[in-house]
């Protein structure tokens, strides 16, 4: 089955789109990756999305707004995904959507929320579509996320020691897959969003992001500012948790800086929230007795952060992902691509020990096709390991 997966992620820089075949074979799911396409939001667009996140606050027509927007955006690029990677050949495509709200209280999830309707995507490709992939384990009583988790588990199966793939996204999330233990799977805080957020308000929205690490290589880490950031509870939360920008948002850094703001540099605060990623990421990575961390997301784009991070690991090997045959770029965009498979098929996309919900859960909603719904036969076995074939 060729499969197009579409992911943008909490920092909201860009859809990504990743094209698969994907079949079972025997015990095993093989995912043979055919390539990617990746847009980015135009700019009113990612302005309406940014004024409505929070701690802002927004109305149901801009909600409604955004939704059909969003779900546009995902569609003209799926439609893109077809033509380009597929050569008109989709069978399905699966849509995370873009996360706008994730409901968390005393540590349970109560709710979350992705816009895009995937209405658009089934009317533009004529392809049926998987959605609202998350809001299932949340019902039975899981995070919600990380979704990831399954396909990290059948991935890293079977490697030695105790592997663990780290997403750096706009929030960090890491699966540890260890042998015959049961795997965990959380967020482990901030990669990206209060570096964004630092710069993009430092810079007086002159720019997005710390390109090429940049602006974090000529800082220096601020020992007080640090401090604050590091006593943040969520941190010492045990697994299962999530968070997101709902905790990790430019107020939030602006109250940590009180009293600190005026005497730094910006380069100095940006350095410090980049040093304040590595420093929690590479201790939930050492709580759990990893061995070796395999990398993606937008994180690794930045030499700075990945350096710190590499420096907060100590010993303990650090490698992309492409190392092991999937993209780094696209490495979520194909993980949910499998999780739409696995739906179709009957399926179950969730680990319960990775997302704290009582039960594994065939997840999402499906949106019939131009030409109807045709499913394939449910699989009588799940699969227990993922192998990558070439292209």
């Keep these: 089955m060729r499969v197009v997966g579409l992911m943008s992620g909490t920092s909201y820089d860009a859809v990504d789109a990743a094209a698969a075949d994907l079949s079972l074979d025997g015990d095993s799911l093989v995912l043979r990756p055919l390539g990617m396409v990746s847009a980015g939001y135009d700019d009113e667009l990612k302005s309406a999305l940014a004024a409505a996140l929070p701690p802002a606050t927004t109305t149901l027509k801009e909600v409604c707004a955004l939704d059909t927007r969003i779900g546009r955006a995902f569609a003209a690029l799926a ?58 384990d949340v019902a039975a ?25 780290l997403n750096l996204g706009g929030i960090a999330n890491l699966t540890v897959a260890a042998g015959a233990a049961a795997p965990v799977a959380f967020d482990t805080g901030p990669a990206n969003a209060l570096i964004d957020a630092a710069v993009h308000h430092l810079t007086g929205g002159g720019l997005a992001y710390d390109k090429g690490g940049a602006l974090a290589a000529r800082g220096t880490v601020d020992a007080e500012l640090l401090r604050r950031l590091l006593a943040e509870p969520y941190y010492a939360a045990p697994p299962p948790k999530t968070t997101g920008k709902e905790l990790f948002h430019l107020p939030y850094l602006l109250a940590a800086l009180e ?101 594994a859960s065939v997840l999402g909603s499906i949106t019939p096709g131009r030409h109807g719904l045709r499913l394939p036969e449910p699989a009588t076995t799940a699969p227990v390991r993922l192998r990558l074939a070439q292209a």
């Design 141 to 165: 009583g899981g995070q919600g996320a990380p979704l990831v988790g399954v396909v990290d588990v059948l991935w890293l199966r079977g490697r030695p020691g105790v592997p663990v793939a």
């Design 259 to 359: 009293g600190r703001g005026a005497s730094l540099a910006a380069e100095d605060v940006i350095a410090t929230v980049t040093e304040l990623t590595a420093r929690t990421v590479a201790g939930a990575v050492r709580s759990v007795g990893a061995t070796e961390v395999v990398v993606s997301g937008g994180g690794t784009r930045n030499p700075t952060l990945m350096a710190r991070l590499r420096t907060a690991l100590g010993g303990v090997p650090l490698r992309g992902s492409d190392e092991l045959g999937l993209p780094s770029a696209a490495k979520e965009a194909y993980a949910f691509a499998v999780l739409g498979f696995l739906t179709v098929h009957g399926l179950a996309g969730t680990v319960p020990a990775c997302t704290g919900a009582r039960h």
């Design 79 to 136: 439609v893109r995904a077809d033509r380009e990677v597929c050569e008109n050949r989709t069978d399905l495509v699966v849509s995370h959507g873009q996360t706008v709200y994730h409901w968390v209280e005393d540590g349970r999830v109560h709710g979350t929320l992705q816009l895009g309707e995937p209405a658009w995507i089934a009317e533009a490709t004529g392809r049926p579509v998987v959605s609202n992939l998350r809001t299932r």
